[in-house]
Each structure stands twice: as structure tokens, then as C-alpha cells.
């Protein structure tokens, strides 16, 4: 596993595709791409001073007291507030992530007073840039866009896997043997989760500036799947509220 170094600062409109190929993936690699570059180069970019502001939003600010401008966005963002107290906001995003303030992001954005939102369907986003390199170095690779955030009833970010192409999401175990011979009865493997981890060790959290990571090496079976393969059903979640909080 490696970073692909000296990847410059990311514009609208910017060749994702073309700065993994300069590190000259091979068939097999998988490259974890961090959100915040995939959204810069799709032009997620919201300057506040654009923001208008709804009531429901002005509301929501005095609530958690946040940026109204903020509040209104991570609103839009988002299919439900789940839960909003002073200084946060958990929200369902719109793409079906239980998620801290919509994933909206104020660091890192290349200038004061915008902030960055995640991509509008980064597994879309993921699958465009494979078939990409596929078609102008003919190498086969799986494609991971990552995010960090926060866990329930744990401290610390983590990376998390919000966009898959060409590697499994998850991968069921169940009906393998354990060492003793009893077959599993429930154990999958969040396979794209564990990988955005392990690559965000390299990514940093702050001022790396190493926003792509290739990992070589891993045997996998199976290539389909998507980051919505993760998600949780919610006739299955024992935890979630049906009522928004706001």
C-alpha cells in the first residue's frame, strides 16, 4: 500500500482519472480516492455567501448554533434529521449514510467562507473513473472514494467507504467454516470499509496532502457491488428514531 505523491490542488472540472494513471496502476490494484477531491473536481463547492437561508433552517441554527448558511445546506443535503443538539447535527444524507452535519466540510476548501459537499452519487463517481483508466491504460482496478467520520459509541474518525467500483462492498461469510468446522452464521465483511481504513492511515487527517492511496497485492474474488450494499436496512436498525428531531 502507497500513496500516489504530489497530487496537486484539485479544481472544478479536474482529471481525476488521469492523476492515478500517471502512478501506473496495475490490473488488480485497488486506488481509495479521497472524497474531498472527487467533490472539488464534480465543482461541490458552495460558496455561504450564496446560501438563502429557509426558516426551518434559521431554526435548526438556534437550536445547535451553527452557521445558518450551514444548518440550510446540511438540510438540503439530507432525508431526515435524526438528531440535533448544540454544535451538531446527525442527519440520514440524502445517499442513505447516517452521518454528522451531512458530511459537509469547511477545511481544506481552497478558500475562506465555502465549504464542500460530498459527491451527488459517488458510486457513480467511482465506476466513471475505472472505466476511465480501463479504456486508456487497459489495466482492470478497483475503485474506493472515502470519507472519514465519527462511529457511534466510539471516539475518533475512521474511513469509511462511500463510493465502490470493481471491488465487493461486502463480502458474506456466512456458511464458512470457523477453525472448529462450525459454519458462520452471520458474519459479512464490510471489505470496502476495511480498505477505506486502512488507506486513510496514509491519507492523514489534516495537511498530508495525500488525498490517493494504491493498494496492491490483495486477493478478491467478485467485483460487483456498491457503497449501497453497506448500508443497512432500516427495518433492521434497532437504534434509529422514525422521527426527525427537527
Avoid: Y
Amino acid at each position: 500500500m502507497f500513496a500516489v505523491e504530489d497530487v496537486p490542488a484539485i479544481t472544478p472540472g479536474h482529471d481525476v482519472a488521469g492523476l492515478v494513471c500517471g502512478a501506473a496502476p496495475q490490473s488488480g490494484d485497488i486506488v481509495v480516492i479521497a472524497q474531498k477531491i472527487i467533490s472539488k473536481a464534480e465543482g461541490r463547492i458552495v460558496k455561504l455567501g450564496s446560501v438563502e437561508v429557509s426558516d426551518d433552517a434559521h431554526a435548526a441554527a438556534q437550536q445547535t448554533g451553527k452557521d445558518p448558511r450551514v444548518v440550510e445546506l446540511v438540510l438540503r443535503e439530507s432525508s431526515r434529521v435524526l438528531r440535533a443538539q448544540p454544535g451538531l447535527m446527525i442527519v440520514e444524507h440524502r445517499l442513505g449514510f447516517v452521518m454528522a452535519n451531512a458530511g459537509i466540510d469547511a477545511s481544506n476548501t481552497g478558500a475562506p467562507d465555502q465549504v464542500i459537499l460530498l459527491p451527488e452519487d459517488p458510486d457513480t463517481s467511482a465506476a466513471a473513473i475505472r472505466n476511465d483508466i480501463r479504456e486508456r491504460l487497459g489495466v482492470d482496478i478497483g475503485v474506493i472514494i472515502s470519507d472519514s467520520w465519527g462511529r457511534p459509541w466510539r471516539l475518533g474518525t475512521v474511513g469509511f467507504a462511500i463510493g465502490v467500483s470493481g471491488v465487493p462492498a461486502l463480502v458474506n461469510m456466512c456458511g464458512h467454516p470457523d477453525l472448529d468446522g462450525r459454519p458462520l452464521q452471520a458474519t459479512s465483511i464490510a471489505l470496502a470499509d476495511e480498505l477505506a481504513s486502512a488507506a486513510s492511515l496514509l491519507m492523514g487527517q489534516s495537511n498530508e496532502g495525500q488525498p490517493m492511496v494504491i493498494i496492491r497485492g490483495l486477493s478478491f474474488s467478485g467485483d460487483g457491488g456498491s457503497a449501497t450494499n453497506l448500508l443497512r436496512p432500516p427495518a433492521q436498525d434497532l437504534f434509529r428514531e422514525v422521527k426527525s428531531a427537527v
